[in-house]
């Protein structure tokens, strides 16, 4: 079981450890936007703008925020 583990060991040396791509920011803006609208509670609208204020999907979010107060 030793010799394995060295096999297993000796076979990762001389390769660069592979990273997963990493994630378009803004897809991952736009799907809590969109988990946020389908949740469709004031909490959830205004936990979006409160951490992606700046974003142009936190005008959207305030007039869903609006729509709801009526």
Request: hydrophobic share 40%.
């Amino acid at each position: 079981m030793v010799e394995k583990a060295k096999a297993d060991d000796s076979s990762k040396r001389g390769r660069a450890p592979s990273m997963p791509m990493a994630r378009d920011p803004a897809a991952a803006v736009a799907e809590e936007y969109e988990a946020a609208r389908r949740k469709g509670t004031r909490e959830a609208l205004e936990l979006f703008i409160a951490r992606h204020g700046d974003d142009p999907l936190a005008a959207q979010a305030r007039a869903e925020l609006k729509r709801l107060s009526r």
